[in-house]
Nanobody, 124 residues
Framework: QVQLVEFGGGLVQAGDSLRLSCAASGGALSSYAMGWFRQAPGKEREFVAAMSRSGLDTYCSDSVKGRCTIDRDNGENTVYLHMNSLKPEDTAIYYC?????????????????WGQGTQVTVSS
């Protein structure tokens, strides 16, 4: 069973860029469709970005579109979420998730494996 660990969060200023990493053990991330979600204080967890198993298809939510890239380094067995022009409303705990199957998916229930999350705080 694949295990996921996120890191790279922290306190940043509005307008900054950030790269979050999702490292895996117990399985190759190239065998899974991957996604990133976030949960802000007092809010439900929401979809941020996803990629298909092949990596050829990627998608970012409307809330981060134009500021978001998701990619994968197979050699490092790590998936990345790159975000730029960060805003205070991007403050949240960010989670990566892996799903069986090849297709890109945006719903939480389609992901079987989750990391513990990493906190991102954007100050104004």
């Amino acid at each position: 069973q694949v295990q996921l660990v996120e890191f790279g969060g922290g306190l940043v200023q509005a307008g900054d860029s950030l790269r979050l990493s999702c490292a895996a053990s117990g399985g190759a991330l190239s065998s899974y469709a991957m996604g990133w979600f976030r949960q802000a204080p007092g809010k439900e967890r929401e979809f941020v970005a996803a990629m298909s198993r092949s990596g050829l298809d990627t998608y970012c939510s409307d809330s981060v579109k134009g500021r978001c890239t998701i990619d994968r380094d197979n050699g490092e067995n790590t998936v990345y979420l790159h975000m730029n022009s960060l805003k205070p409303e991007d403050t949240a705990i960010y989670y990566c998730a892996a799903g069986d199957g090849s297709w890109l998916r945006v719903k939480e229930f389609e992901y079987a494996y989750w990391g513990q999350g990493t906190q991102v705080t954007v100050s104004s």
